[in-house]
């Protein structure tokens, strides 16, 4: 059966890897619940789960400041709006293409469910790259990419936010745009500045909501994260407050990386280093190998394309915080942390490991943390930013970050308990896609064939 689907799949868009990936995962997770209900075998439940509900392409032109003209692919993909309306990121990155889009809304759909809140999938973007482009550059490829997808969303109907490449300036831009076609002020996208319809805690959301998760984890055996040394990969959103709500728990945060390389601080990445990283990173938008100049210490190592594993990986750690990309972590890489005796691997970035070290991870009865639960918190404090929004009020910081607290703690439990419902305790691969695949399917089931 699990065959059948993926060979649906796979021979449908045979060029979508990444989907096919996401695909497998989920559906190897969730055959027992199948075999326990058959009539979700009969509403052909799969089969509609795995074609969105509807994928937007669109080009996007614009001009660059010496007034040359650039053409990029627009995409919005809605996958699955059971429970809500479809929320999901937008991510800018040459990579971007329509089997990347897909395997991340498809991944959103599972995670939206798990988060207690009413949030449908989705996930879009496109295939610009901001890095190195003026602001001016930025604006004007945002206010193009929306004067197409304006028509396609809106607060009812699919709620963007950011993701890779899409930050606090880009969700301005886009934001103004959508402002000035429809004439209207509404919470259309999440990840707003905090003056015009953010919410507190947002921009740290994921990072923290991922230590958070690590935390509860580590709790099932009356574990804290204190002292412990962390790999933290990446160096953009996730990653810069995931290493700052480590330095809360008093554990040592010592690698970050980017595209280019990685750096290693044996010292420690404290909170100066941090804000140098912030204002390196978001300000200066600059590369991680200027931590190595600044802390001469640390020690840089440039991305060797001859490797066939990342030297990040490498280093001995208590906890291991993939926070950059998609398989991120090979079987190889796997392999290192586990025998350099990891403890807690615990995603923040969207499916960084790849099938065979997730495998590995399982049988190593590590604390493993898929993506889909572990980096919730992200997309949960959107859901808070639009209850805020729909109310015309907002909440103090405070009281977002203990609404997160419990989110996450609540989404850790769900995953333990659908685990142990389906004799596999401790797995929390299988406890995140069976409660996120309940909780859709049931709504789907309710609502009828559509
Ligand atoms: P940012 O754009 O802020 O940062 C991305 C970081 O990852 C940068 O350091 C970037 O380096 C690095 N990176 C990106 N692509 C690659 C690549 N192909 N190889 C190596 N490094 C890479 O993005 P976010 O921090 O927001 O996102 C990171 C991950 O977290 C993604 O998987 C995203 O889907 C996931 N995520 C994000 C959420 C959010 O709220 N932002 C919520 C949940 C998950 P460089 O600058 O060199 O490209
Ligand atoms: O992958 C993700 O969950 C995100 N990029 C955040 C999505 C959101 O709507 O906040």
Not at 153 to 161: L, Y
Not at 186 to 194: D, E, H, R, S
Not at 369 to 381: E, I, L, T, W, Y
Not at 400 to 422: E, F, G, N
Request: aromatic content about 8%.
């Amino acid at each position: 059966m699990k065959e059948d689907i993926l060979k649906v799949v796979k021979d449908k868009d045979p060029n979508e890897r990444e989907f096919h990936q996401a695909v497998g995962e989920v559906v190897e997770s969730i055959m027992p619940v199948l075999d326990r209900f058959p009539e979700y075998r009969k509403a052909k439940i799969l089969e509609r789960l795995v074609e969105p509900d509807r994928v937007i392409l669109f080009r996007v032109p614009w001009m660059d400041d010496r007034g040359e003209v650039h053409v990029n692919r627009g995409f919005r993909v809605e996958m699955n709006n059971a429970i809500g309306p479809y929320k999901g990121g937008l991510r800018f990155h040459p990579s971007v293409n329509l089997g990347i889009l897909k395997f991340l809304a498809f991944e959103q759909v599972f995670k939206n469910a798990l988060t207690t809140l009413p949030m449908g999938g989705g996930k879009g973007g496109s295939d610009f790259d901001p890095k190195g482009k003026s602001d001016t550059e930025v604006m004007r490829f945002c206010q193009s990419f929306m004067c197409e997808l304006f028509r396609h969303i809106g607060p009812n109907t699919d709620v963007p936010a950011g993701d890779i490449g899409v930050g606090a300036r880009e969700i301005g831009y886009l934001f103004g745009m959508y402002k000035k076609l429809t004439n209207e002020f509404t919470g259309v996208l999440t990840g707003k500045n905090l003056n015009w319809g953010g919410s507190l805690i947002r921009p740290e959301a994921t990072g923290y909501g991922s230590v958070y998760f690590a935390s509860e984890m580590l709790g099932t055996q009356n574990k804290t994260l204190e002292g412990k040394i962390c790999l933290v990969s990446g160096s953009g959103n996730v990653a810069q407050f995931t290493v700052e709500k480590l330095l809360d728990f008093n554990a040592l945060p010592v690698t970050l990386s980017d595209s280019s390389g990685y750096i290693f601080d044996e010292e420690g990445i404290d909170r100066e280093k941090l804000s140098f990283v912030k204002r390196l990173k978001n300000v200066k938008r600059g590369r991680i190998k200027e931590y190595a100049d600044a802390y001469p210490k640390a020690v840089y190592t440039p991305v060797d394309p001859a490797l066939d594993y990342n030297p990040l990986w490498n280093h001995k750690a208590h906890c291991a915080f993939p926070s950059a990309t998609q398989n991120e972590i090979n079987e190889k890489d796997a392999r290192n942390l586990v025998q350099n005796g990891v403890e807690v691997v615990c995603e923040g970035a969207n499916m960084p490991t790849v099938p065979e070290g997730v495998d590995l991870f399982l049988d190593s009865h590590i604390l493993y943390g898929p993506g889909k639960a572990a980096n919730a918190g992200g997309v949960s404090v959107s859901g808070l930013e639009m209850t805020q929004n729909s109310m015309r009020l907002s909440w103090a910081r405070e009281e977002v970050d203990q609404r997160l607290q419990m989110i996450m703690r609540s989404i850790h439990r769900t995953c333990l308990d659908a685990a142990v419902a389906y004799g596999a305790p401790g797995n929390y691969v299988r406890g995140a896609n069976i409660a996120g695949f309940v909780k859709v399917v049931e709504a789907m089931m309710d609502q009828g064939l559509v």
